[in-house]
Every structure is written in structure tokens, then in C-alpha cells.
Nanobody, 122 residues
Framework: QVQLVESGGGLVQAGGSLRLSCATSTGTFRNSIMGWFRQAPEKEREFVSRILSSGTSYYADSVKGRFTISRDNTKSTVYLQMNSLKPEDTAIYFC????????????????WGQGTQVTVSS
């Protein structure tokens, strides 16, 4: 089982920035699809972004142009740079790993971190 540890969450004012990190224990990180999801209170977990082993990235429409996902295969770490944060970005952010050929939704990711809280004040 791959272990994932997120960090970098916190409290920020609207318009501010945060950078989330997710360190993994796997030696085959470079072959994985890495994703970021978030869950706000009383809402379902939703897709935020994912990055393929090739480096190709995808984003939810709600974060496109504001968030950037990246990966460092030498450190087995994936990042989520979040700029121009809005109060509606407030949620627990989870990173996840998949070794499937194709992975999009939460059910396609087999390993999850414990989550990190992001709170954006207005």
C-alpha cells in the first residue's frame, strides 16, 4: 500500500496563495497518475486536478487558470500550487495515487493521503 502524506494547508485570505505537497512512499512514483481531490463540509469529494506519468495535467473547470499541478519524480512528490484562492476553495484537500492506465474519478485511485485543510477567508 502506497503511503501519501499531504502538507501545506492552512488559513489564507481570499486572493492569496498556498502550495500543497504530497510525498509518497512508493518507488514506482514515476509510473503513477497522481490526483488532487477536495471535500467541503456536507459535500461529496470532488476532482481538482490530476497529472499523468507523462506530465500531462487536467483540471476541474472551477480551478482552471488558478491552480497548477506538478510532480517531481526524483522526490516522489506531487504539488498543487493554488493562486487567487476563493472562499469556495475551502475544503480538505486529498492527494491520491493510481497505477491504472486511465484514472479520473475517486474510485480509480487506490491510495489516499489523510488530507490537509485549506480555509480561505473572505
Amino acid at each position: 500500500q502506497v503511503q501519501l502524506v499531504e502538507s501545506g494547508g492552512g488559513l489564507v485570505q481570499a486572493g492569496g496563495s498556498l502550495r500543497l505537497s504530497c510525498a509518497t512512499s512508493t518507488g514506482t512514483f514515476r509510473n503513477s497518475i497522481m490526483g488532487w481531490f477536495r471535500q467541503a463540509p456536507e459535500k461529496e469529494r470532488e476532482f481538482v486536478s490530476r497529472i499523468l506519468s507523462s506530465g500531462t495535467s487536467y483540471y476541474a473547470d472551477s480551478v482552471k487558470g488558478r491552480f497548477t499541478i506538478s510532480r517531481d519524480n526524483t522526490k516522489s512528490t506531487v504539488y498543487l500550487q493554488m493562486n487567487s484562492l476563493k472562499p469556495e476553495d475551502t475544503a480538505i484537500y486529498f492527494c491520491a495515487a493510481s497505477y491504472r492506465t486511465y484514472a479520473t474519478g475517486p474510485g480509480d485511485f487506490g491510495s489516499w493521503g489523510q488530507g490537509t485543510q485549506v480555509t480561505v477567508s473572505s
